[in-house]
């Protein structure tokens, strides 16, 4: 990709640069409570891109990526707690580590069935990580979750008194997760990828080791997932398994990524910079109302992407850009 | 010689579908497998790509036995093969399914691109390469397969009636189609029923009846051969070879 003077006066070229400069400077106006909305919105891209490479192009639906989500968030805690770990080596080193030997097991057990029976089978790699994590309690503090130990505005540790910097890394784990994507999809691995999600029986003919594929981009994915995980510690402070094991949090990967676009680079960031937003003003507008009223809204917007863009709305989203882009000024070479 | 079969035995419950088969390829070769419906012929191509594994026998590939390999490493070793139903990839374009099989030798985009619209151009395809696989008519999603499977650069390549439901015409093009593809030193098993078309390419035929070969031979010898006539050809067939000659 060349980027010259000439790509900047050109609306494919101006568009995205001022809305990433638009990125870079919204945490020096927003208010503190957007700015959480905003960074949830970042966050989630990043974790339901990670689902994106197995569920997406490799068309494996894992309903157990908060497996390796609840691993990178209880290494990043536990290992500070108990040794003064800091969580870049405790929760992505070692918690990712962790993930991506639990995803070979789960690629060992799981990859043997195919489509719902895969899905269903991951289902219960996170429900067995959830309930050990639930049930160890002299280790993991159990059901009562854990508090991170506090130590101040530390890069080290991970931990910041503004929410500024959280909002600046999780936009670089956004970028880095699309770029990672954007990476194996023009890739062999990625033509693999797909490859089996049309047609795994075909592919093998063709030289195509499915297993291999698969497991490469399921430990791919675990390990992105483990550094979200991290993050998510390092940002709420607080861990239980119910929720960072939860079946909740691996379906809402999924989903995002399916509202938006599987298999697509731009797919999981539209999903989650439509769904995190909605979930949030849904629950702020209607939750002091009536019970579940904001669930109710929220559920019927997912019926309606469903009903009316069953491919996600990356298409949709993607046709109004490019006519968005004809109506601006532009300087012709 | 390539391809060395011995005594393969393949049973699927109460049916014997593959019966102590015996039969070889030579390098270069054309060889046909004809026999009626269930008589086992897809089964044997099965057998020999890896997708199942046969309960006796050997299947030696360049004097390898590959019995026990799986599919993937099967096409490394250089087999590959079509589907009796093609099974494109149906959501990708001709050049991405065919770029698939290219990978097989290179991990290079742009080397697997090449390859495969070469590949194209050589089926016939190259002016249909960025249409969907699922937006081509049935004809060339078989080209397609062709294509794909070419594109991993066999020694031998097993082609599952190719030419089912072709009229004369599309029929001639593929006659001329294996007959380029063998001219590039690749050698062929064809299961086919069009038998006109099989006796015209291959010089050694092999035909299979319940699992069991009945016969093996020349095209003028399995023509007559009383055994073939009974289970495949039919008694209509010897009437019409009697009024020809």
Not at chain 1, 102 to 128: D, K, Q, W
Not at chain 2, 18 to 30: K, M, Q, S
Not at chain 2, 96 to 105: L, P, Y
Request: aromatic residues 10%.
């Amino acid at each position: 990709m060349q980027i010259s003077v000439k790509s900047f006066t050109h609306p494919k070229g101006y568009v995205p640069l001022t809305f990433f400069i638009f990125l870079l400077i919204l945490p020096l106006f927003l208010p503190t409570y957007f700015l959480h909305i905003a960074i949830t919105m970042l966050f989630f891209a990043f974790v339901s891109e990670a689902w994106n490479i197995i569920g997406g192009y490799a068309g494996q639906l894992s309903l157990g990526n908060a497996a390796f989500f609840g691993l990178g968030a209880y290494g990043a805690v536990l290992l500070t707690h108990y040794y003064n770990i800091p969580p870049w080596i405790g929760g992505i080193v070692i918690g990712g580590a962790a993930a991506v030997v639990l995803s070979l097991i789960t690629g060992l057990v799981c990859f043997r069935l195919r489509s719902h029976y895969f899905a269903i089978s991951t289902l219960a790699i996170g429900e067995v990580m959830r309930l050990v994590f639930l049930n160890q309690r002299q280790i993991t503090f159990g059901a009562e979750g854990i508090t991170i130990p506090y130590k101040g505005n530390s890069i080290l540790y991970l931990q910041f008194l503004s929410k500024a910097p959280y909002y600046y890394i999780a936009l670089a784990l956004m970028l880095l997760g699309m770029y990672i994507t954007w990476k194996i999809g023009k890739s062999r691995l990625g033509h693999y990828l797909v490859a089996i999600n049309q047609n795994q029986d075909a592919a093998e003919v063709v030289g195509v080791n499915s297993a291999r594929a698969k497991q490469i981009a399921l430990s791919v994915s675990a390990f992105l997932t483990a550094v979200g995980g991290t993050f998510y510690a390092q940002y709420i402070y607080f861990i239980d398994p119910d929720f960072v094991f939860g079946l909740g949090l691996s379906i809402e990967f999924a989903l995002i990524a399916i509202v938006g676009g599987v298999g697509t680079v731009m797919g999981p960031v539209i999903g989650s910079f439509l769904l995190r937003p909605a979930m949030e003003s849904t629950n702020a507008l209607l939750g002091a109302t009536y019970m579940g009223v904001h669930l109710i809204v929220y559920g019927g917007l997912l019926i309606a992407v469903v009903m009316f863009k069953p491919e996600g709305l990356v298409g949709w989203v993607g046709g109004l850009y490019e006519r968005f882009l004809e109506l601006l000024p532009r300087k012709e070479n | 010689m390539l391809l060395e079969v011995q005594n393969l035995n393949k049973r699927f419950g109460g049916l014997q579908a593959v019966n102590n088969l015996v039969f070889g390829a030579e390098e270069g070769e054309i060889v046909g497998l004809i026999g009626p419906n269930g008589a086992g012929k897809t089964t044997v191509f099965n057998l020999i790509t890896g997708v199942y594994i046969p309960d006796s026998g050997v299947i030696r590939f360049q004097g390898k036995n590959i019995v026990g390999l799986k599919p993937y490493q099967i096409c490394m070793k250089g087999i590959c093969r079509t589907f009796q139903i093609a099974q494109p990839f149906r959501e990708m374009t001709a050049l991405r399914n065919v770029m698939t099989g290219a990978f097989s030798r290179t991990a290079d985009v742009e080397k697997a691109k090449r390859k495969a619209e070469e590949v194209l151009d050589f089926v016939g395809l190259g002016g249909k390469k960025d249409v969907l696989a699922r937006e081509l008519t049935a004809i060339d999603q078989r080209r397609l397969e062709v294509a794909r499977a070419l594109a991993t650069n066999p020694h031998l390549l097993l082609l599952d009636e190719t030419m089912a439901g072709l009229n004369p015409k599309e029929c001639d093009e593929a006659v001329s189609l294996v007959n380029r593809i063998r001219n590039k030193g690749v050698t062929l098993i064809m299961v086919e029923h069009v038998v006109k078309v099989i006796m015209s390419l291959s010089k050694k035929i092999l035909v299979l009846d319940y699992g069991t070969k009945i016969a093996e031979g020349k095209a003028e010898d399995i023509r007559s051969n009383e055994n073939v006539i009974k289970a495949y050809l039919g008694e209509e067939y010897r009437r019409a070879i009697r009024q020809q000659y």
